[in-house]
């Protein structure tokens, strides 16, 4: 009898994490395999086979596979965007010239800054005439011969990949629907991405620009995700259900991201935020800083009540992305940033990553810099192997490399490594800074949850650097991204301008736009299997007071529209977020900007077991037989003799007090002196600073 098996995989610079979810038994098992970076779909199919393996199973048992992937973000990141051409309204070529006329670090920077280059060069955009207004009204017809001459020239220049984006296409997608039929004539073998289909949202610079990003990782991500999917096949003759994770916090299958792969351009850091969420709800808390700590970068987001905060005014690299995201901040402080030195002489960190070939020193790989991990293994923090010995490092082959950049620095091998180190944290720190206080939050305020394969590393000190009064690490933290992926419904997300005053607005307008999209948003979900008794919706609109130039995003209850409670729940927000609102001022006129629907398809989670508590150490003393390591927490007192602890032997209701070393298949936690740990009921390790620090403080 055949099992049903989900298994989430996400595929980092450093290591594929991989967790399969038994739905008959319940059972939980996760695993590593290092990463393939010159084919990405490689180690992800290694990584099924081994968890396949663990469970005793076949290609047959996979009830269904969902994947979080980096190749659309990396491609973004790196530049490597390939030749595009932008058809857009004749008079308008110069759109992506003129951008916003913003300047980094405002006008003080106006003679120095050099604007950089277009996602399209300005030889590569073409005009076509036609005209509609902001109401989808057409002002001039559609310049068939214009298109046919466009599309002509684009084939003949061997540009194979386009955006289209004409104005106010989001009212009406009339004219690019016809330029994309002219183009099916005229350039057949042309990738092709409509305004209309990508952001149907005014601003004509961020639809264009999200337009254009979508078309540039469609041929890569459309290659990658079919490839596996072929792959996955030949592992059992049915079509094993593929999903791929969104930047909005679901899922969509593989025949449908395809054709909207804009939409994971943040997917790795979505699923570890929402599988990180869930895990600290569980646990009580829920006001919590997610801070993801990769081999390449560490991506850091807010959760509250739950739910990851999201946003549309993201961006990956150079690139402006206005789709729904969960708001993540990245920086390059993974386990494979490398330390260096700048002309003046200054130790730096990242963001350049040796990333998993060659890796670090320490990997015996060809590495040539010092990175983070080696920092780490010279002072004894992580042991001499990875994954629970399936990997030896090299400590001395770091070592000599930290002695080396020391010996540049005039310091002590020690002060070198902590230095690089202390650098990391506060790369990590002011990271977290950025998705609280520049928010009005107070970051004191909120429990940090670490995870990743170099998530937990520095903890200890982002509570000294920050003030954050509790940590929590979940088991297996470096598959959290993995378990996210499996705890995702499916998730599809409409938009639709519809730009009006408060006391103009037409209630039966609205509602009709909103039932437009849910209709939308129930055909995809039909699409993806759900039966309509599942489905779900929610509704939201942003709203800002008249005269602002952004907006503030709110929730409209289901039932019969009250705009009076979607203007009140506005001025609240506005009041939260910027400290003021003019809920009381009749001249401030409140007005709409856009409509949005999600649908949901609801799907399965893992349970989060509880585990009784008792047994344990209770103290130091009990301890008699534990192992340990030199290491050293501060340059200046040297190394240490430090408990080596094995995670799994940690009951609930253990309570360890600093220094000590927890280590677990896929993850390593260094507790400095003066830290306690607590393991709970749920296996999560509670760090707190120990009784006596607190008093001192």
């Avoid at 298994?7 to 990463?35: R, Y």
């Avoid at 042991?383 to 000599?400: M, Y």
């Avoid at 720190?429 to 937990?456: C, E, H, P, W, Y």
């Avoid at 209770?618 to 430090?642: H, I, K």
């Amino acid at each position: 009898m055949t099992r049903s098996i989900r298994i989430g995989i996400d595929t980092g610079g450093t290591f594929t994490d991989v967790v399969a979810f038994d739905e008959d038994s319940g059972e939980l098992v996760t695993t590593k395999t290092p990463s393939t970076p010159s084919n990405p779909a490689d180690g992800f199919l290694a990584g099924v086979d081994k968890v396949l393996a663990l469970l005793g199973a076949t290609g047959a048992d996979i009830g269904a596979v969902s994947h979080g992937t980096t190749v659309a973000t990396n491609q973004l990141l790196e530049g490597k965007v390939d030749r595009l051409g932008f058809i857009t309204t004749a008079g308008y070529e110069a759109m992506l010239e003129i951008a916003r006329q913003s300047v980094p670090d405002g006008y003080g920077n106006s003679y120095f800054w050099v604007k950089p280059e277009r996602i399209v060069p300005r030889n590569l955009v073409k005009g076509v005439g036609g005209r509609l207004d902001f109401t989808g009204a057409e002002v001039r017809p559609f310049d068939e011969d214009g298109a046919r001459a466009a599309a002509r020239w684009f084939r003949a220049q061997g540009v194979n990949t386009l955006g289209v984006c004409f104005l106010h296409a989001y009212a009406n997608p009339e004219h690019e629907e016809r330029m994309r039929a002219v183009l099916a004539e005229e350039h057949p073998d042309a990738v092709v991405s409509l305004s209309s289909q990508v952001l149907r949202e005014y601003r004509e610079y961020e639809r264009a620009m999200t337009t254009l990003v979508d078309a540039a990782v469609k041929p890569r991500l459309s290659a990658y995700v079919s490839n596996i999917k072929a792959r996955l096949t030949e592992m059992d003759d049915r079509a094993i259900p593929f999903y791929v994770m969104k930047s909005n916090g679901g899922v969509l299958s593989a025949d449908e991201v395809v054709h909207q792969p804009i939409t994971t351009v943040l997917s790795g850091p979505a699923a570890g935020a929402l599988g990180a969420a869930l895990i600290a709800k569980v646990a009580g808390f829920d006001r919590v800083l997610t801070s993801d700590g990769g081999g390449t970068s560490t991506d850091v987001s807010v959760v509250i009540d739950g739910e990851p905060t999201l946003t549309t005014e993201g961006t990956v690299g150079a690139f402006p992305s206005k789709i729904p995201m969960i708001d993540v901040v990245t920086v390059g402080a993974g386990g494979g940033s490398i330390a260096w030195l700048s002309p003046e002489g200054t130790l730096k960190v990242g963001p350049q990553s040796a990333g998993a070939d060659p890796g670090p020193l320490c990997y015996g790989k060809g590495g040539t810099e010092v990175t983070i991990t080696d920092a780490h293994v010279v002072l004894g923090r992580i042991p001499p192997h990875l994954l629970g010995g399936e990997i030896p490092l090299d400590v001395e082959a770091a070592r000599a490399g930290v002695e080396q950049l020391a010996s540049k620095l005039g310091l002590s091998p020690e002060a070198c490594a902590t230095g690089i180190l202390e650098i990391s944290a506060w790369n990590q720190a002011n990271a977290l800074r950025q998705v609280t206080v520049k928010r009005g939050l107070d970051v004191r305020d909120f429990t940090l949850t670490t995870f990743g394969g170099s998530g937990s590393l520095l903890l200890c000190r982002l509570m000294d650097v920050l003030g954050i009064p509790t940590v929590l690490v979940p088991p297996n933290p470096g598959n959290v991204s993995a378990f996210g992926l499996l705890t995702v419904d499916v998730k599809n997300d409409y938009v639709q301008t519809h730009v009006t005053l408060d006391d103009h607005l037409d209630p039966a307008a609205v509602t009709g736009i909103y039932d437009e999209l849910t209709a939308r948003a129930a055909e995809a979900l039909a699409k993806e299997g759900f039966d309509p008794a599942e489905h779900q919706f929610a509704r939201t609109a942003d709203l800002r007071y008249f005269g602002q130039a952004f907006e503030v995003r709110v929730p409209v209850r289901p039932g019969a529209l009250d705009p009076q409670a979607v203007a009140d729940a506005f001025h609240a927000e506005h009041r939260a977020l910027y400290g003021y609102d003019f809920s009381g001022d009749a001249s401030q006129q409140v007005e709409w900007v856009n409509l949005r629907v999600s649908g949901i398809g609801p799907i399965q989670r893992p349970e989060i077991k509880r585990h009784p508590v008792g047994g344990g150490f209770e103290a130091r003393s009990d301890r008699t037989s534990t192992p340990v390591r030199p290491v050293c927490f501060d340059a200046a007192d040297g190394y240490v003799d430090t408990p080596v602890l094995w995670r799994p032997d940690l009951v609930p209701g253990t309570v360890l007090a600093g220094p000590a070393i927890i280590e677990e298949f896929g993850s390593t936690v260094p507790v400095h002196p003066g830290f306690d740990v607590r393991v709970d009921e749920f296996l999560n390790l509670i760090v707190t600073r120990s009784s006596q620090e607190v008093s001192k403080a």
